[in-house]
């Protein structure tokens, strides 16, 4: 069964950095999307940024110029490299896949409910 683990996350300061990363077990699909996503208390939950396994990348114009999101095919690892961190960046933060996509790397920013696997999260805080 694929299993998703998420760490890297803790509270940092406005204007700070952190990187996440995302484990993945028993994931061995040739097409995929993995993505990053967010929610924070009352709201719903948000697209971050996503990646296909060509490398197609994708990010919500909130986080563009200051989130990376990355692979590491070998180590079967995603990342998402948070810098000049803001207090409205405070959720918690999950990874997610899906095995052979259907659609654009972009779409599924705005529907999280589309992807199949899920990990547990990890808080990220940021304070002013």
């Known amino acids: 069964q694929v299993r998703l683990v998420e760490s890297g996350g803790g509270s940092v300061q406005a204007g700070g950095s952190l990187r996440l990363s995302c484990l993945a077990s028993r994931f061995t699909y040739s097409r995929y999307l993995l993505g990053w996503f967010r929610q924070a208390p009352g709201k719903e939950r948000e697209g971050v940024a996503v990646?296909?396994?060509?490398?197609?990348?994708s990010y919500a114009d909130s986080v563009k110029g200051r989130f990376t999101i990355s692979k590491d095919n070998a180590k079967n690892t995603l990342y998402l490299q948070m810098n000049s961190l803001k207090p409205e960046d405070t959720a918690m933060y999950y990874c997610a896949a899906e095995s052979y996509p259907t659609r654009v790397a972009s779409w599924y920013l705005a529907a999280p409910q589309s992807l199949d696997y899920w990990g547990q999260g990890t808080q990220v805080t940021v304070s002013s």
């Open positions: 990646i296909d396994s060509d490398g197609s990348t």
